[in-house]
């Protein structure tokens, strides 16, 4: 019965030579498309695969030892990647640290206290700024930002946690106006727009019911904000805040210019320091030698594989978010 | 009033006053930031930055190989990934929707379209500069068609998905087979919408510096030469910047007008083709 049933279907009896050539085309472009679609797969895969050859001669050199050793001498072919893996992090949060309360807030002020006409010019204002490349915030974090910084900024904060434990040796140090306190602030505005344009969406997701019902009980704005939209929406801003996170952490150019790169672990914020990115960046051109080469691609490597953790974890919310709207709607 | 109540209020006041000043904080680095680089960019412009290619420090001079070299790259990039990125955006929309093949698909490609650029120029490196034995504009292209496929990707099946079945089902009815209804039907009523993925893609690729920083490297010189190093306005920017040079830095500032002008004209086009798309199906 399967067989008749099967064989009606791929040769119909009225078929024309017609009828078979579309059917026939209509494979070869079904077939077309799902190769496409396993080569994105396949890039994926030889991108792992290039940086695990590239970075072979360096892993065997130095094993995992290589995650926590401070010194980089290319000099006597002596490498380890916790200068950069502590001057990524440490930018990432301070990054963090500013441009995620900022960035709720102003969309915070969009969705719910921004007039309607500026609503939407901010919005776009917002959402272009997102879109300009980060070489552009870089050259200007290296001859506006960092002067300022150095002259003003650095010596002030110096002066204000002077005796205070902790914070005094976090802002110590001479005020060179490059290093890794400036890194962090260029991150910071530069990933402000990406961070506010998502929010702002994932708030405009919380049906207005909710608020409303809130509102009608006599609710602040204030606290329809924090009791209904923040609760509703925090997968998806949480998710936001990684996709931030993600670009923050392999952010190269922007950094670049006012990291200083120093293969130093500095506990004082305004000390030079590098990120992986930026060593990469700096030194890959001049890399001589294998090992010194193959110590910069494990880098990558490493980088590649934490940034794939973060986003992957936001994919996952943002999709949850996805799917629980679409139930809604 | 009861004193609770006051207290509610004051608490709103403080925290809606705290968002309104995180707006005007935020947007004023920003606008500090485009105020700085119109301001230093148009004492830079001149129309010798058009005509002439980069000098040697303290000679006059323009970025023409360098935006030569980026149309040239950007280009070549766009031609190569757009097909592919079409293609698998449509096995995700149309083909592939709900298999488990276009779940990881999806998911990868959403991974790959914010995985940091620089290591996508090791894989290149690795992939096209070791095997070639030297540093040429098609390794920088190639870098780019990267970036520029995940991005195709995403817009094209956002744009296919928002085609209403009834279409793909009338067109159907007339006994029009798949491919058909995909190639004369959807890819035609989201065609503003995909138009408006490659103007976002072209945008996104204009300014990528770290992969070209070790794929096309740089060209103090004229060169159409793909198989040579080729210059590009985002890494001349950056050795222009960090040189000493003042009137290289002020060619830096130039270049980093032109290239902002040029991805905030992409994005305005793109944003308005989208509107107008919308409004058509509305």
Redesign the interface.
Known sequence: MADIVSSAHSTPTFATAR?RR??R??H???G???I??????L??A??VL??V??AWPAFEAFGFAFLWTEVWNPVRDLFGAAAPIYGTLVTSAIAMIIAV??????A???T??CPRVLRRT?G??V???A??????????G???LAPILQQTVQPALVGIFEGIPFFESLFAGPPYGIGMFTAGLILA?MT??FI?AITRDVFETVPSVLKEAAYGMGA????V??NVVLPYARGGVVGGIM?AL??A?????AV??VIGNAHRISVSLFAPGTTI?AA??NE??EAIGELYVAAL?EL?LI??FV??LV??AA?YMLYRLEARTGERA | MSPIYAK??R??SM??G??????L???G??A??LG??LY?GFTGIDLAIFTASTPPPGLDGGLLNAIVGSLIMTSLAVLAGTP?GI??G???A???RYTR??F??R??????L???????G??I???VVVNMGHFSGWAGAAALT?IV??VV?RTTENMLILIPNTLREAAAAL?A????V??KVTWRAARTGMITGVL?AV??I?????PL??TS?NNQFWSADLNAPMASL?VA??QM??SPYADW?RL??AG?LL??MA??FL??VA?LLGSSSQSERD
């Open positions: 009828t579309a059917h085309a209509d070869i472009f079904h077309l498309t799902r496409c679609a396993v080569f994105v797969l890039m994926f030889s991108i290039s940086l050859i590239g309360p900022v960035g709720i807030g102003i915070i002020f969009l719910e206290l901010i776009i204002v959402e272009l700024l879109g300009i490349p980060s070489i552009i915030y870089g050259i200007w290296l001859f506006v505005i402000l727009p506010t602040t704005t204030w606290e904000v924090w996709l993600g670009r952490l392999g952010e190269t150019m670049t210019f990115s990469i960046a890959f051109t691609i990558g980088l590649f940034t794939f986003l992957a994919q | 509610r209020r608490r709103n925290f809606l705290l968002s309104v000043v995180a707006t904080f935020g947007l680095w920003l500090v930031i700085t680089l230093e592919i293609l698998v449509t096995y995700l149309e083909y592939g093949l276009a990881v698909v998911l990868v490609n959403d991974i790959l914010s995985a940091p650029s620089i290591v996508l090791l894989f490196y690795e992939l990267v496929i995940p990707v006994g087979p798949r491919a058909h995909i190639r976002l945008a996104r204009s300014g990528e510096t770290a920083l070790f490297l985002p920017i950056f910047a960090l830095q830096a500032w980093a290239i902002t991805v905030l994005s305005v944003r």
